[in-house]
Each structure stands twice: as C-alpha cells, then as structure tokens.
C-alpha cells in the first residue's frame, strides 16, 4: 500500500490501526503477513440472505 498511496509505513499502518479500531476492515494473520479486509455492514449481509433464500425459494 506504501507505493499505492505515497504514505510512510507508519502512516499506512496507523491508518489500519484506526480503520481496525472502528470495525471498518479485518486483520487477518499477523507479522509481515497481515492482510486486511473490508468488513460486510449489517445492510450487506441481510441483502446477501435475501438473494439466497430468494434462490432457495425459486429451486423448489
């Protein structure tokens, strides 16, 4: 993300720490492993239900 946004290190993995904090993404691993991913909101997933028994439903 470094060469991506132009920030130092630090930067990057300060603003993690704060998008981390705020539920906004998930830590996944640790060390130089990390990665990071975009949690789903509530509204997401109940879409996502929605779609799925909606499939359920037309398969009967």
Do not use: C, F, H
Not at 5 to 12: A, I, N
Not at 29 to 46: C, F, L, M, Q, V
Request: hydrophobic share 35%; glycine share 4%; net charge positive.
């Amino acid at each position: 993300m470094r060469e991506e946004t132009g920030l130092s290190d630090y930067k990057v993995r300060r603003w993690l720490d704060i998008l981390d904090e705020k539920k906004l993404v998930q830590r996944i691993g640790s060390g130089p492993a990390t990665k990071y991913a975009i949690r789903e909101t509530a509204d997401e997933k109940i879409t996502q239900l929605q779609i799925a028994l909606d499939n359920l439903k037309t398969k009967e």
